[in-house]
T-cell receptor, first 112, second 117 residues
Framework: QQPVQSPQAVILREGEDAVINCSSS?????VHWYRQKHGEAPVFLMI?????EQKGHEKISASFNEKKQQSSLYLTASQLSYSGTYFC?????????????FGKGTLLTVNP | DTGVSQNPRHKITKRGQNVTFRCDPI?????LYWYRQTLGQGPEFLTY????????KSRLLSDRFSAERPKGSFSTLEIQRTEQGDSAMYLC???????????????FGEGSRLTVL
């Protein structure tokens, strides 16, 4: 039931773009995206809800394909501060979004 | 409000001892969650409270784990007879849910790191 994230790791130069994918085998109600820096708590980036509603970060965009049970996070013109591990958390369809199942994460490194 | 507060931040204990972690959520948040995170993994759901009611507990959680949220404010997570496999970061989070135009985001604390020797 754990969503699968890809790639596992990506290295960018400042200013480059990246896409992180999250795929689930179960029907989803919501997808959350969080970023965690080493030794710190995860920080909310965005939530995508079934039906197309999105709430979150102004400079980061994401998509949610309900039929394919997939979400993608788009990081454009990356900055050094984007470095960290990105987690998607999925909320199951038919249940409350309170119980999120997180993927294993994607480690993003942005170099100067 | 300074966010979600957890203590202790670090706990080293011997196998078989009991440990208790405390979480103080953001004051107006009615939802409180406990997650566990090990190295290289995403947070794993343990349990969820809405106000003082514990609405769900992970089936992966053994009977050695218990959580409370008296009066719907702070919460405690107790682990009895600790085992080496309990070593992990224990994360608490709180939220308002999605109603009323809220984002539903989880606000995480910085965690309590448990090492069982």
């Amino acid at each position: 039931q754990q969503p699968v994230q890809s790639p596992q790791a990506v290295i960018l130069r400042e200013g480059e773009d990246a896409v992180i994918n999250c795929s689930s085998s179960k029907a989803l109600y919501s997808v959350h995206w969080y970023r965690q820096k080493h030794g710190e708590a995860p920080v909310f980036l965005m939530i995508l809800l079934k039906g197309g509603e999105q709430k979150g970060h102004e400079k980061i965009s994401a998509s949610f394909n309900e039929k394919k049970q997939q979400s993608s996070l788009y990081l454009t013109a990356s900055q050094l501060s984007y470095s960290g591990t990105y987690f998607c958390g999925t909320g199951r369809s038919g249940g409350s979004n309170y119980k999120l199942t997180f993927g294993k994460g994607t480690l993003l490194t942005v170099n100067p | 409000d300074t966010g979600v507060s957890q203590n202790p931040r670090h706990k080293i204990t011997k196998r078989g001892q009991n440990v208790t972690f405390r979480c103080d959520p953001i004051s107006e948040h009615n939802r409180l969650y406990w997650y566990r995170q090990t190295l290289g993994q995403g947070p794993e759901f343990l349990t969820y409270f809405q106000n003082e009611a514990q609405l769900e507990k992970s089936r992966l959680l053994s009977d050695r784990f218990s959580a409370e949220r008296p009066k719907g404010s702070f919460s405690t997570l107790e682990i009895q007879r600790t085992e080496q496999g309990d070593s992990a970061m224990y994360l608490c989070a709180s939220s308002l849910g999605l109603a009323g135009g809220n984002t539903g985001e989880l606000f995480f604390g910085e965690g309590s790191r448990l090492t069982v020797l």
